[in-house]
């Protein structure tokens, strides 16, 4: 039976890696726990009067290699396990693709899509007011995640910047371009994780018009459909779900049109020319690539056997449990881990704070060449780790990135 704890799941793969890696003790210890974890009980006016209360959280997971970054979650489900996961994540994700922050994350559990913009602003702006001296351009750096958007950043960076006095843009990133938001920032953790599956199928020895599925249809899931086919120069998508249900046609969608058709309607289902898939059915779809872009948990023990991809690029946070990645491996399904595959936001997050520091703006095209860059650059190390140490991908990302990390950690004289 699968562990659904992402946080217990995160320590696991962790573990994992330690042991080949030959970790000591201390420092083992030391990267399976946030070292710095903040709780906030905020009370909030809503617009009929009431004041409701909501719980929320910002973990400093590991700052060796410089500030912690990370995104914010809304989401009713938000669990202090649930941002534990996503900073430990951070962490190693920011180390894998070699940028010089460390990891974090932040959450409020909270449904936005029952709030007003009003309502969301003072939410917002109640969070900074709870952790503005927590965070900092040398300190620690939110940036947008589920159901948080570049609006959101505008009211925070706002807030923030009223109760400190001075403008600083850098302390927050994934903000609108007048803001200090960066060009490439909508469509970076699709685009990143494309450019990982362009080297992927170089590997792989697969070529032509691939055919792909997305899971999940928000930010990430929407320009995984459309960059798929601009990227890699041609495609077939046959399948994409939402949280309401998915749709298929064998013989391919629009990417363009179904996105148009998702904002129109705020659902994929009722697509024309395509028939209803479950997103249970559509992950075990005999595609080329699997874009599972939704939330945590989605491919466990209990569905791996069936899942058919050749290659999978996790563009969401922890879709596959540890028990998954063992049946996936065993079965030649090629997994590109999400801390690896979904690296381009942060990325392209890092590129906004350099650009807001030097108060100098890059074109879209430079913002493309570096992520390139910096993604192939990756791929290609933890690809050659898979190769030398005869692990899967995921494994080999851990090794690329703890190693990292407990470098940074035994350079301070921390263990």
């Known amino acids: 039976m699968s562990d659904l704890n992402p946080f217990r799941n995160a320590q696991a793969q962790l573990d994992e890696a330690a042991v080949i890696l030959g970790l000591d003790k201390a420092t083992h210890e030391l990267l399976r726990w946030p070292m710095r974890e903040h709780r906030f009980t905020l009370p909030v006016r809503m617009d009929s009067g009431e004041t409701r209360i909501f719980h929320a959280y910002r973990i400093q997971y590991n700052a060796a290699r ?232 989605a491919i466990t023990g209990d569905n791996a056997e069936r899942i058919k991809a050749k290659i999978m690029c996790e563009l969401a946070n922890g879709p596959t449990t540890p028990d998954a990645d063992k049946i996936l491996h065993k079965n030649g399904v090629f997994v590109l881990p999400d801390f690896l595959a979904n690296a381009g936001g942060v990325t392209v997050s890092y590129f906004e704070q350099v650009q807001n520091t030097y108060n100098y703006y890059w074109t879209l095209e430079d913002v493309h060449q570096q992520l390139d860059r910096r993604m192939t650059s990756a791929f290609a190390a933890v690809h050659a780790m898979s190769q030398k140490q005869k692990v899967h991908m995921r494994l080999a990302a851990y090794l690329v990135a703890v190693s990292r990390v407990a470098e940074a950690c035994k350079l301070r004289g921390w263990v």
């Open 66 to 297: 410089g500030p912690t970054k990370g995104g914010l979650r809304w989401h009713p489900d938000e669990t202090i396990d649930t941002v534990r996961a996503l900073a430990a994540w951070m962490t190693w994700k920011t180390s894998v693709v070699d940028i010089p922050l460390g990891g974090g994350k932040g959450g409020v559990t909270c449904n936005p899509k029952e709030m007003s913009e009003r309502e969301k602003e003072r939410l917002a702006r109640a969070y900074i007011r709870a952790t503005a001296d927590l965070l900092g351009v040398d300190r620690d750096v939110p940036a947008p995640d589920v159901y948080t958007t570049p609006q959101i950043m505008a009211w925070m960076l706002d807030e923030y910047e009223t109760i400190k006095g001075h403008s600083h843009p850098g302390v927050i990133t994934g903000k609108p371009l007048p803001l200090g938001g960066s060009q490439g920032r909508g469509d970076a953790t699709a685009r990143g994780g494309i450019y990982v599956v362009r080297e992927a199928a170089k590997t792989r020895k697969l070529s032509g018009d691939l055919s792909y599925a997305v899971q999940g249809f928000g930010n990430a899931g929407q320009f995984a459909a459309t960059l798929h086919k601009e990227i890699l120069g041609s495609g077939k998508l046959v399948a994409v779900s939402d949280s309401g249900g998915g749709v298929y046609n064998k013989n391919g969608l629009d990417p363009q049109k179904l996105v148009h058709h998702k904002r129109e309607t705020g659902r994929v289902g009722g697509f024309p020319g395509a028939e209803p898939i479950s997103n249970e059915a559509l992950l075990e779809l005999d595609v080329d690539v699997l874009y599972p872009s939704a939330l945590e948990n």
